[in-house]
Each structure stands twice: as C-alpha cells, then as structure tokens.
C-alpha cells in the first residue's frame, strides 16, 4: 500500500475526489489516502488556508491528489495552489492533452503533452511601480535560470524517452527576449544532445500558437517556460474538449501532486453536477508515478469503453444527461 495525501478542496472538490476515490477503489489501486485540508474549507475551520499538518503529510508521504482550492480574489490570502509549488518545489507542471472518443472538439489525433516550467519566467509575479506616487508606468522582471531550465528540459526529454515519443518541440521568443528564453532555448539545445533518438525543433511563441490551432496533430511532447504554458496549455485544453477533461501534474525532486486543471465552480458545487474527468485523468498520471501502470491502464479503458457506449450517463458539460454519480457508477461497471 502506498500512503498518499488526499486534499479534497472546495466546491465541488469533496464530489469530485469522492468519485475518483471510488474509482480507483473498484479498480484495485494499491492506496491508503491520509485524507488532509486546505484552501477556503481549511480557512474557514482553522484560520489557515495552507495547516501544518498538510504540509507534513506531504513531506513525509511525498503523493498527493488535490482537488481545486477556492482562492478569494482581490483580498485574503495568497494562492495555496501557488505557495503547494513554491514550497515543495514542483518545477515541473505536465498537461497532457489527447482527443477522447465522443468528446466534441474541434480536431482529431490530438496526443500532446505539455512541459510547463513552473518556478520562474515572468509568473513569478515580480513587478514595481517606476513611479511609487503617479503609478502610470510598471515593470515586470522575469527570471530564468540555467539549473531550472535545464531541469524542466532535461524531464521533457525524459518522460519522451519514457513514454516512446518521437519529437520535443521547444517554445520561447528568443527573438526579442535574447537573455531571458534566450538563455532557455541555449539550454535545450544542449540537453537535446544527451537524447539523440529524438527529434528536436524550437519554435517560436506566436508561430506555436498559430501551429496548434492549424496543425495540433504534429506536436508531440512540448516544453517552455511559465507563462507561455501557462497560456498554452490552456489553448491544448481547448483542442480536446476544454478544462473539464484535462488533467495535470506538478512534480519536482522530492514531491509530487497531482491535481484537475479547472476550478472549484462554485456555481454548481454541491449539485452532483461535477465532471469528475480531468481529476480522474490526473489520478492517472499519479498511479503512473507510484508505479501502479496497470491499474491506470485499466481505468483509462473502463473510462474510453464508458465515453463511447455509455455516454449518457456522463455529465452535461460533456454532453451527457447523467451526474456525477451515475458517471463514477459506470465507469465502475467498465472495470
Ligand atoms: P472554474 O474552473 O472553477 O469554473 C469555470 C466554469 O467551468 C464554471 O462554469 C464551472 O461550472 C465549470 N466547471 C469547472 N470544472 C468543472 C467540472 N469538473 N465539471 C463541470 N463543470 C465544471 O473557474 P473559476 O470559476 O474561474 O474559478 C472558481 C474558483 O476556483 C476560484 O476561486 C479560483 O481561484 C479557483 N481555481 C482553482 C484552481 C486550482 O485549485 N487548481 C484552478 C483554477 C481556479
Ligand atoms: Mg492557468
């Protein structure tokens, strides 16, 4: 049995890790959850949206499946989702995006899989007034170092060597920015060296950008810098079938979390509404990092057998006519 913290979350964050939990159940996984809270739920109880004991468990358990966290915009605290990254160090945020059996999207044979640096870049949020009083002119610093990029590159490589993909395609706009993606492409050229079965491109931003709603099929593995995949990742979603469906993973050297892209919607907690997908697909991508292939295979199956025989009782924003019940209660069936 492997111990892994389970953070339900906030709004539809109990419905949604509740399913994925009895999923993996039916599915046999090799799991003990060490249940823990955070975000606007932990807040409300304890006064603190990030507790100590939170952030032991995953130190000493090292796994965790999260749900989304609420984050009160404007006022109150900080982003745990950000400050989960920042204190555990997770370098390395993966989203994959593939076309899924009867989901409408707008292309087929999409199977990308994108490598956001996720320490640095201009997300880091560094920014100054040039002018304290008049505050008319600001400024951002971006920050990209040789150690972290040769990192999230070297991990990009990796997991292509891994998973029997072809091509890395790396993402900058050394054009303009020369020092800062300058320096990130530099270090990608000389890691691509360590990994000559693979193919390696470089492409600039606005052409990426372009490429992927023209052509998203020739993209393999992708890797670039925070902001920029931030953005793309985002625009990936959007190839498949939208936030609803795709999963993520936040890895570094000593931890791993594993959590849905999308929110906590507020407007529909509590409904028995949630799509449980993208959190299921995650949980994949965890069952895949604790060495538990064959259970996430044999999930992924139950989940492609229950979008293509059984769609109706998928959830409407995938245009099912079910609940979140009765989706986890098929995909059971199909395991
Ligand atoms: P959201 O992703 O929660 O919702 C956007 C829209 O998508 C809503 O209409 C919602 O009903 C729908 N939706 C989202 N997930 C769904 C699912 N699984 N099934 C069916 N429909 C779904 O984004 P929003 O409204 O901008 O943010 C709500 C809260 O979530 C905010 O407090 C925000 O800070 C937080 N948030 C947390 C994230 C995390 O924990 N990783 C990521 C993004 C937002
Ligand atoms: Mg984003």
Redesign the pocket.
């Known amino acids: 049995m492997k111990k892994v913290v389970l953070i339900p979350?906030d709004?539809?964050g109990k419905e949604?890790t509740n399913s994925v939990v009895t999923i993996l159940e039916k599915a046999e996984a090799k799991i003990d959850w060490v249940e823990c809270s955070a975000g606007l739920s932990a807040y409300e109880e304890t006064g603190n949206p990030l507790p100590e004991e939170t952030i032991q468990a995953i130190e000493e358990h090292r796994v965790a499946l999260k749900g989304?966290?609420?984050?009160p915009v404007g006022t109150g605290f900080r982003s745990v989702?950000v400050a989960l990254r920042q204190k555990f160090h997770l370098y390395s945020n993966i989203r994959p995006a593939q076309t899924l059996p009867s989901i409408d999207s707008a292309f087929k044979n999409v199977n990308m899989v994108i490598f956001r640096e996720n320490t640095q870049g201009l997300y880091i949020g560094k920014e100054q007034w040039v002018d304290e009083d008049e505050k008319n002119h600001a400024e951002s610093i971006a920050v990209v170092t040789e150690e972290a990029s040769k990192k999230i590159i070297t991990s990009a490589f990796e997991y292509a060597r891994a998973h029997d993909r072809k091509k890395v395609t790396l993402v900058h706009k050394a054009n303009i920015l020369k020092f800062t993606t300058g320096l990130f492409l530099e270090v990608g050229r000389e890691v691509a060296k360590a990994f000559p079965e693979i193919e390696f491109e470089d492409l600039i931003v606005d052409n990426m950008a372009m490429q992927m709603v023209m052509r998203p099929q020739r993209f393999d593995v992708v890797v670039t810098t925070n902001l920029f995949g931030d953005i793309l990742s985002d625009l990936a979603s959007g190839l498949v079938g939208g936030?609803?469906v795709t999963g993520a993973a936040n890895i570094g050297d000593d931890a791993a979390m594993f959590?849905?892209v999308?929110?906590?919607?507020?407007?529909?907690a509590g409904q028995n509404?949630?799509?449980p997908l993208?959190l299921l697909f995650s949980s994949l991508m965890m069952l895949e990092h604790i060495d538990q292939m064959q259970v996430a295979e044999n999930i992924r199956k139950a989940v492609y057998k229950t979008l293509v025989e059984r769609k109706v009782y998928c959830?409407p924003?995938i245009g099912g006519e079910g609940t979140t019940s009765t989706f986890t209660q098929a995909v059971c069936d199909n395991i």
């Open positions: 979350g709004g539809i949604i989304p966290l609420t984050t989702n936030l609803g959590e849905a999308h929110g906590s919607a507020p407007d529909i509404k949630a799509n993208a959830t924003d």
